[in-house]
């Protein structure tokens, strides 16, 4: 679905290169998600944002960053890439009334880091 | 005490067969369990969720079967079809948190 979409959708690098992904969504939601997904370890948890201003280290921090430049836009930066961050990455808006929260995932991005 | 763990890591099922992913859990925090459904080239997307007030949710085909006293959950596909092909997590969340623990997943191939 178009409503979260990840640019690039498939990147090549090399070890030591800067690279950014790109999210964003059109579905209003204030939630918004990065995880990785290696074969065998599941899907990670990397950063996660609850609105513009606010910006939270998920299990994996370590090697990224993000920045949220508007609601709809969520991005995830690699400064120094290695090897070991070939891997998918998705996006993920969240919403929902309440306490309960469905995460809707963009198409993904895969990422190799030569 | 973070963590879900998933099993089997893969499954072949004949169609028409039913194929039965299974969970557990530590953390009795843990008050909200989805089921996300992946398919190849796509993010992954809801298929069930479970509270733990009930000890079954069933959505069609899909059946979430849950044991709060083991700590385990798990989901039945009946009569399963080639087009369930597809990668299917398991989740746990506390509510109000607004994330989730997942699963390692379970590649399903189900034959024709």
């Known amino acids: 679905d178009a409503d979260v979409t990840q640019t690039p959708r498939n990147r090549i690098t090399k070890t030591g290169k800067r690279i950014m992904l790109e999210c964003s969504q059109t579905?209003?939601?204030?939630?918004m998600y990065w995880y990785r997904q290696d074969p065998g370890l599941g899907l990670r948890l990397i950063y996660y944002s609850f609105d513009v201003k606010d910006i939270n280290k998920g299990e994996i921090s370590d090697g990224y960053s993000v920045s949220r430049q508007a609601q709809a836009k969520f991005s995830l930066s690699l400064e120094s890439a290695i090897p070991n961050q070939t891997a998918l990455y998705f996006c993920?808006?969240?919403?929902?009334?309440?306490?309960?929260?469905?995460?809707?995932f963009g198409p993904g991005t895969r990422l190799t880091v030569l | 005490q973070q963590q879900v763990k998933q099993s089997p890591q893969s499954l072949i099922v004949q169609k028409g067969g039913i194929s039965i992913i299974n969970c557990a859990y530590e953390?009795?925090?843990?008050?909200?369990f989805p089921w996300y459904q992946q398919f190849p080239g796509k993010g992954p997307a809801l298929l069930i969720a479970i509270r733990p007030d009930v000890s079954e949710k069933k959505e069609g085909r899909f059946t979430i079967s849950f044991n709060k006293s083991a700590k385990q959950f798990s989901l039945h596909i009946m009569d399963s079809q080639p087009g369930d092909s597809a990668t299917y997590f398991c989740a746990a969340s506390i509510s109000g948190t607004y994330k989730y623990i997942f699963g390692t997943g379970t590649r399903l191939k189900v034959l024709a």
């Open positions: 993920a808006t969240g919403e929902g009334a309440g306490r309960y929260n469905e995460q809707f």
């Open positions: 953390n009795t925090a843990f008050d909200y």
């Open positions: 579905k209003g939601h204030d939630r």
